[in-house]
C-alpha cells in the first residue's frame, strides 16, 4: 500500500530563517501532490499543488519541489515567520477503483521562534 | 472555512450510544468526504460521496455509516460509539470538474467516547 513518510518530530527555526519540510513516499507514483497547513483545532488549508512534470512551484514565500525518481517532495518556506507555525500536511494522489482520492502523511509541526 | 461547516463542534457521549455528525456545504461541489485524524496517524479516510446516489467506504469504514442527503449536506453516524472511536472528525468537499482533487474541510468535531 501506499507510504507517506513525514518527519513527526516538530522542526523548530529562528524568526527569518527558511523553514524546510520532506515529504517521502513510497510503492506508487502520483501524478501530483498537494501541500496543506493545519492549525491546531482546525481543518487543514490547501497550499499547493505541484504535478508529476513540475519540478518546483512557487507561491509568495512557498516552494514546493518534487523529485519522481527520490520520491520526495520539499516544502520551503522562505523568511519564515512566529505566523507560520503549524502543522503542514503532504498528500498524493492514488489511483484506485476508478478514479483518483488523496492520502494524506500525518504532518510535520513547524515552530517559528522570534 | 466558512464553505463548509460542521455540527456539532465538540460532543462528549457514552459507549453504545448512536451518535450523528453533520456536514453542510455552500461550495457547490459534488465530492463530499469524512475523515478521523488521531494523533501521529494524519487523516484516515471514513467514506466518500461523489453525487447524492454515489457512497464508498473508505479505509477505515467499520463502524460507521454515512448519508447524502443533498448535495450539500453529508452526515457520518456512529451506530453504537466506542472509546477507540475518539478523535477528531473532519468532512471535505472537492470539485468533481477538476482533474485534481483539491479539499475544502470543515473546522471538525472532536468527538470523545467514554
Known amino acids: 500500500s501506499q507510504k507517506i513518510e513525514q518527519n513527526s518530530e516538530a522542526l523548530n527555526i529562528q524568526e527569518g530563517k527558511t523553514a524546510t519540510l520532506t515529504c517521502n513516499y513510497t510503492n506508487y507514483s502520483p501524478a501530483y501532490l498537494q501541500w496543506y497547513r493545519q492549525d491546531p483545532g482546525r481543518g487543514p488549508v490547501f497550499l499547493l499543488l505541484?504535478?508529476?512534470?513540475?519540478k518546483e512551484k512557487r507561491k509568495e514565500r512557498l516552494k514546493v519541489t518534487f523529485d519522481t525518481t527520490l520520491k520526495q517532495s520539499l516544502f520551503h518556506i522562505t523568511a519564515s515567520q512566529p505566523a507560520d507555525s503549524a502543522t503542514y500536511l503532504c498528500?498524493?494522489?492514488?489511483?484506485?477503483?476508478?478514479?483518483?482520492?488523496?492520502?494524506f502523511g500525518a504532518g510535520t509541526r513547524l515552530a517559528v521562534h522570534p | 472555512d466558512a464553505d463548509v461547516t460542521q455540527t456539532p463542534r465538540n460532543r462528549i457521549t457514552k459507549t453504545g450510544k448512536r451518535i450523528m455528525l453533520e456536514c453542510s456545504q455552500t461550495?457547490?461541489?459534488?465530492?463530499m468526504y469524512w475523515y478521523r485524524q488521531d494523533p501521529g496517524l494524519g487523516l484516515r479516510l471514513i467514506y466518500y460521496?461523489?453525487?447524492?446516489?454515489?457512497?464508498n467506504k473508505g479505509e477505515i469504514s467499520d463502524g460507521y455509516s454515512v448519508s447524502r442527503q443533498a448535495q450539500a449536506k453529508f452526515s457520518l453516524s456512529l451506530e453504537s460509539a466506542i472509546p477507540n472511536q475518539t478523535a477528531l472528525y473532519f468532512c471535505a468537499t472537492s470539485d468533481l470538474g477538476h482533474s485534481t482533487d483539491t479539499q475544502y474541510f470543515g473546522p471538525g468535531t472532536r468527538l470523545t467516547v467514554l
Open positions: 460521496s461523489f453525487d447524492v446516489k454515489d457512497i
Open positions: 505541484i504535478r508529476e512534470n513540475e
Open positions: 461550495k457547490g461541489h459534488d465530492r
Open positions: 498528500a498524493l494522489d492514488m489511483f484506485s477503483g476508478g478514479y483518483n482520492k488523496l492520502i
